[in-house]
């Protein structure tokens, strides 16, 4: 399984905003509408314009499966801004909006289009593609994002103790990469510290972790939208409160859900280990 298998199957941008759009239409028709909208005006990066009720998306569209699960990523983000112009958020700044909560419509929006694309694939090879790039999405969001905060991590209390070179900053790295694939790879990526900026925001520290916790929170959501036709009214006015309360306490009010509990999340961790079963079983 590489990055090359369902990384090469091709979308014309035209399909990936009709998959996009088919993919959410039976949770929101409301948001199957506003892709359309949001296409139509022209158009990554999603920049917001909350009191206008607007984003302004930049993407480099190549035509791979990536991008289109960028393009769908970045429209997440853009309806989440939407849903905050009704209902302002009296918190809403860089210093108190959440990158948790930022970035759980995002990734609740590509995950629906991945799905939607491997179940409407009839071709065994391309589908069993896709599904080995799916896992290797997956495992990025839950494994190498943990790798880089456990860097992070190391690295401020290493730093505390004096200035690091080239040699030390590069073994913190793979030593954290090791313990966050649990020694399970046969080799490690090198210099990840210098390939992402993240690293260099020197008043965001960890800012890789929300992606994680956006990744899992955006799995249990889609099974709760499943056959729930009060779903879609839910995740909007999820997404208005944006910053008015805590995250937990705006999926308490909403969705029920107690996220101090390792149910909910070990229910989504059960989600990637289905794609893997179906994965081994699939055809080629």
């Not at 899992?216 to 009214?233: M, P, R, V, Y």
Request: aromatic share 14%; glycine share 8%; hydrophobic share 35%.
């Amino acid at each position: 399984m590489t990055s090359s298998q369902g990384g090469s199957h091709q979308i014309k941008f035209s399909q990936a905003i009709d998959g996009i759009t088919k993919s959410l239409e039976g949770i929101d028709k409301n948001i199957s509408e506003f892709v359309k909208e949001a296409i139509s005006q022209g158009g990554g990066f999603c920049a917001p314009f909350i009191a206008e009720g607007e984003s302004r998306i930049s993407l480099s569209y190549d035509d791979s499966i990536d991008s289109a699960r960028r393009l769908a990523h970045e429209l997440g983000h853009a309806w989440h801004f939407k849903q905050m112009k009704d209902v302002p958020s009296l918190r809403f700044s860089e210093e108190t909006f959440e990158m948790t909560m930022a970035e759980t419509s995002s990734i609740f929006f590509e995950t629906a289009f991945i799905d939607y694309i491997i179940q409407n694939t009839d071709d065994g090879s391309i589908k069993k593609a896709i599904l080995g790039w799916k896992i290797e999405r997956s495992l990025n969001y839950l494994m190498s994002i943990r790798g880089a905060y456990l860097f992070e991590n190391r690295f401020y209390e290493c730093r505390k103790k004096g200035q690091l070179d080239v040699i030390q900053v590069e073994e913190l790295s793979l030593q954290s990469q090791e313990k966050a694939y649990g020694n399970g790879l046969s080799e490690y990526e090198p210099f990840v510290w210098i390939k992402y900026g993240q690293f260099y925001q020197a008043d965001i520290p960890f800012y890789n972790y929300p992606y994680s916790f956006g990744f899992l929170l955006s799995i249990g959501l889609l099974e709760i939208a499943k056959g729930n036709e009060l779903f879609h009214k839910k995740f909007q006015g999820f997404l208005s409160e944006t910053g008015l309360l805590p995250l937990e306490q705006l999926i308490k009010k909403h969705f029920n859900i107690d996220l101090s509990q390792q149910k909910f999340w070990q229910q989504s961790i059960q989600r990637l280990l289905e794609d893997i079963e179906q994965y081994n079983n699939c055809k080629s």
